[in-house]
């Protein structure tokens, strides 16, 4: 069973920075995984943040969090079992919400459709 752990929320003041990380195994699928981060904000959609794929070393960003977020993985080695990371860097009080983890089977890059296994969240706020 795919075990999907989110950790590093809390809060900061805008222009602060915050690392999430992610912890995902338990694939049980030769195909390299995608891991993802998502947020949502209190009355707003879910919407996608950052992507990687270990099997390329590539990456996707939205265009809100380009140039600001970074994703990244350990065990370079390694391209099952993940630990991911978001750097958060410049951070807005836009940037509010609970932050998911999610991981797919495959390179599904910010297709939230297309992520089966999700982990519990974690809450970044930022003030103004």
């Known amino acids: 069973q795919v075990r999907v752990v989110e950790s590093g929320g809390g809060s900061v003041q805008a222009g602060g920075s915050l690392r999430l990380s992610c912890t995902t195994s338990?694939?049980?699928?030769?195909?390299?995984?995608?891991v993802a981060w998502f947020r949502q904000a209190p009355g707003k959609q879910r919407e996608a943040v950052a992507a990687i794929y270990a099997a390329a070393d590539i990456t996707d960003y939205a265009d809100s969090v380009k140039g600001r977020f970074t994703i990244s993985r350990d065990n370079a080695e390694d391209t099952m079992d993940q630990q991911v990371y978001l750097q958060m860097n410049h951070l807005e009080p836009e940037d509010s919400a609970m932050y998911y983890c999610a991981t797919a089977y495959g390179w599904t890059r910010l297709n939230e459709r297309f992520y089966r296994y999700w982990g519990q969240g974690t809450q970044v706020s930022v003030s103004s």
């Open positions: 338990g694939y049980t699928s030769t195909s390299t995984p995608s």
